[in-house]
């Protein structure tokens, strides 16, 4: 069993910033890419930003120059730091795991519950 936990979202004013984490838990051998997605009413949930074990990063172009994807991979966690906040970006955001669980077994794919981002205009 892997769970992944979100934390940090919350309300802002547009222009200001949160920073999102997202702990990584259970049965769990190495973890692959960690992702933030996210999901407004009516909307499909979309790509925001990757992070590769080994750094490399991916962003959507709507989130390029304000958010920041890091992880800390001793803790098997992923943040994600939000600047510049638009009131486009509310949405539920979702953390997502590419997680390993044995030294033998394949991939799985595994989302988090999601947290609340709202931002007023």
């Given at each position: 069993?892997v769970?992944?936990?979100e934390s940090g979202g919350?309300l802002v004013?547009?222009?200001?910033?949160?920073?999102l984490?997202c702990a990584?838990?259970?049965?769990i051998?190495?973890?692959n890419?960690m992702?933030?997605y996210?999901?407004a009413p009516?909307?499909?949930r979309?790509?925001?930003?990757?992070i590769?074990t080994g750094g490399?990063t991916n962003?959507?172009?709507?989130?390029?120059?304000r958010?920041?994807i890091?992880?800390?991979n001793?803790?098997?966690t992923?943040?994600l730091?939000?600047n510049?906040?638009?009131?486009?970006d509310?949405?539920v955001y979702?953390?997502n795991?590419?997680?390993?669980r044995?030294v033998?077994?394949?991939?799985?794919?595994?989302?988090?519950?999601?947290?609340?981002?709202?931002?007023?205009?």
């Amino acid at each position: 069993q892997v769970q992944l936990v979100e934390s940090g979202g919350g309300l802002v004013q547009a222009g200001g910033s949160l920073r999102l984490s997202c702990a990584a838990s259970g049965s769990i051998f190495s973890i692959n890419t960690m992702g933030w997605y996210r999901q407004a009413p009516g909307n499909q949930r979309e790509l925001v930003a990757t992070i590769t074990t080994g750094g490399s990063t991916n962003y959507a172009n709507f989130v390029k120059g304000r958010f920041t994807i890091s992880r800390d991979n001793a803790k098997n966690t992923a943040f994600l730091q939000m600047n510049n906040l638009k009131s486009e970006d509310t949405a539920v955001y979702y953390c997502n795991a590419v997680v390993r669980r044995t030294v033998v077994s394949g991939t799985t794919f595994h989302w988090g519950q999601g947290t609340q981002v709202t931002v007023s205009s």
